[in-house]
């Protein structure tokens, strides 16, 4: 079986300062982790993804995230937030030993950027 | 390039009335993959399609709900006689192969009255 966990609904952060939304997972063979993020009546657009290799991982729009085996966390940071970064992030696993492809979504967090 | 294309992208329909989603995957992806997203459910996976592989129903809420993908590409989700919990998001997503990030489509949002 495989979970994830974002424990946070809503996060509040002042535009330029740094934004990090969590995410912990449970998997029984290795994890593949994935960031998503949402904008209003759109799809999912692939923020980033770890598979192996380097724990920090960086992607789209300046965002980045590090793989922690030992705490089975994959926050998502960006260093300076922007207002355009206001949307809905998902983090997703999929076990890598498992056959397919079958994401498994954490509940969403909303991201809100003041000015 | 075009990405995944969905279609219709709003639909309202009456309780018990048959309901056809279409999906078109980003050309050269063999991986289909379809999703649900409710308010207070999350993102749920409902099935998935990789090449000539039989595909992988087990998310499928019920036996009311189908999905066929035809000639490897386009995909269409039916749902038989719909009830008011069957309302929410439906998103498809491809990928290039089963190990590779999805992409979705912007959705559609089913109602039923």
């Known amino acids: 079986a495989q979970s994830v966990a974002q424990p946070e609904d809503q996060v509040n952060v002042a535009e330029g300062n740094p934004l990090t939304v969590k995410c912990t997972y449970s998997v029984s063979g290795n994890p593949y982790l994935f960031w998503y993020v949402q904008y209003p009546n759109r799809g999912l657009q692939f923020l980033l993804k770890y598979i192996t290799g380097d724990n920090l991982v960086k992607g789209s729009y300046g965002f980045e995230a590090e793989f922690n085996k030992s705490q089975t966390s994959f926050h998502l940071k960006k260093p300076s937030a922007l207002v355009s970064d206001s949307a809905l992030y998902f983090c997703a696993v999929r076990d890598g030993k498992a056959a397919g492809n079958k994401l498994t979504f954490g509940g969403g967090t909303r991201v809100l950027v003041k000015p | ?113």
């Open chain 2, 1 to 113: 390039g075009a990405g995944v294309s969905q279609s219709p992208s709003n639909k309202v329909t009456e309780k018990g009335k048959d309901v056809e989603l279409r999906c078109d995957p980003i050309s050269g992806h063999t991986a289909l993959y379809w999703y649900r997203q409710s308010l207070g459910q999350g993102l749920e996976f409902l099935i998935y399609f990789q090449g000539n592989s039989a595909p992988d129903k087990s998310g499928l809420p019920s036996d009311r709900f189908s999905a066929e993908r035809t000639g490897g590409s386009v995909s269409t989700l039916t749902i038989q006689r719909t009830q008011q919990e069957d309302s929410a998001v439906y998103l498809c997503a491809s990928s290039v192969r089963q190990d590779q990030p999805q992409h979705f489509g912007d959705g559609t949002r089913l109602s039923i009255l």
